[in-house]
């Protein structure tokens, strides 16, 4: 199985989902899945995520390694799921899809038993509770989604 999360900037949703989603797998002990994140801009290719996202991962022991890149054709036909974080990914990720892309293109947030569906942008906050928030959400999605396709 290959995934591939995204969002805006990638330096705040995608790679904390990607990290949490990382950690989950390798909580259930299951090997091989491919996964990585990505940006819809280019604003802040190359950097590490924000700091907000590496201290909250800190804080719950999930390591995370991710410099920032932009989404690319290529990744619509190499993986299986991409995930967006809100409403504006998802239609910006359809606007990109190649007509021979073949990823089913999914809200992260769909697969949360607890029907929070967005993943909203923790990015222009003041504190970092909003990246809390998206750890929370990150947890239940990837649990959610994992036990969708795993079974
Ligand atoms: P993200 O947050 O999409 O969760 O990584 C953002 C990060 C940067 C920007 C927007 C959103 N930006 O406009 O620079």
């Known amino acids: 199985m290959k995934v591939l999360f995204i969002c805006l900037g990638n330096i705040c949703r995608s790679p904390i989902a990607e990290a949490v989603f990382n950690y989950t797998l ?15 801009g ?3 290719i190359g950097n590490s995520p924000d ?5 909250t991962m800190k804080k719950h022991n999930i390591p995370m390694n991710h410099k920032a890149r932009q989404v690319k054709k290529a990744d619509f ?3 299986d799921y991409i995930f967006g974080m809100d409403h504006d990914n998802i239609d910006d990720l359809k606007d990109l899809c ?3 892309g073949t990823a089913k293109i999914e809200m992260f947030g769909s697969y949360d038993p607890k029907k929070e ?3 909203r942008d923790p990015y222009y906050d003041d504190g970092d509770a909003g990246f809390q ?5 990150c947890i239940r999605c990837s649990e959610g989604f994992i036990d ?3 079974k």
């Open 26 to 40: 390798n909580q259930r002990g299951i090997e091989d899945w491919e996964v990585d994140s990505a940006a819809i």
């Open 42 to 44: 280019e604003w802040h």
């Open 51 to 55: 700091f907000r996202a590496r201290g």
């Open 77 to 79: 036909t190499h993986y």
């Open 98 to 100: 190649p007509s021979n």
């Open 117 to 119: 569906l967005i993943i």
């Open 133 to 137: 928030k998206c750890y929370e959400q």
């Open 148 to 150: 969708a396709v795993a």
